[in-house]
Nanobody
Framework: QVQLVESGGGLVQAGGSLRLSCAASGRFSSLNVMGWYRQAPGKQRELVGTTTNAGSLIYADSVKGRFTISRDNAKNTVYLQMNSLNFEDTAVYYC???????????WGQGTQVTVSP
């Protein structure tokens, strides 16, 4: 069974950067799709972006050009590099993994990112 553990969240000033990590234990190689969602207070969880084993990347329009997802299969880890952060990026960020985009997701516990104005 796969487990996901996020790290790297915290408090940052607007314009700053953070890098989130998501380490997977278990059968990492079977997880073709990995990525990130986020949920701000009072809002629905929204997709930030995804990556696949083939290297395909998808980003939400709100983060394009500012966020980058990368994957290190040797370390069983996926990363979310966040630059030019703004207040609207404040949310709990959740890592997820799945065999396919249409498959049930495996979720991490979430990590809080707070951007101060």
């Amino acid at each position: 069974q796969v487990q996901l553990v996020e790290s790297g969240g915290g408090l940052v000033q607007a314009g700053g950067s953070l890098r989130l990590s998501c380490a997977a234990s278990g059968r990492f190689s079977s997880l073709n799709v990995m990525g990130w969602y986020r949920q701000a207070p009072g809002k629905q969880r929204e997709l930030v972006g995804t990556t696949t084993n083939a290297g395909s990347l998808i980003y939400a329009d709100s983060v394009k050009g500012r966020f980058t997802i990368s994957r290190d299969n040797a370390k069983n880890t996926v990363y979310l590099q966040m630059n030019s952060l703004n207040f609207e990026d404040t949310a709990v960020y959740y890592c997820f993994a799945a065999v396919l985009l249409s498959s049930p997701r495996i979720w991490g516990q979430g990590t809080q990112v707070t951007v101060s104005p």
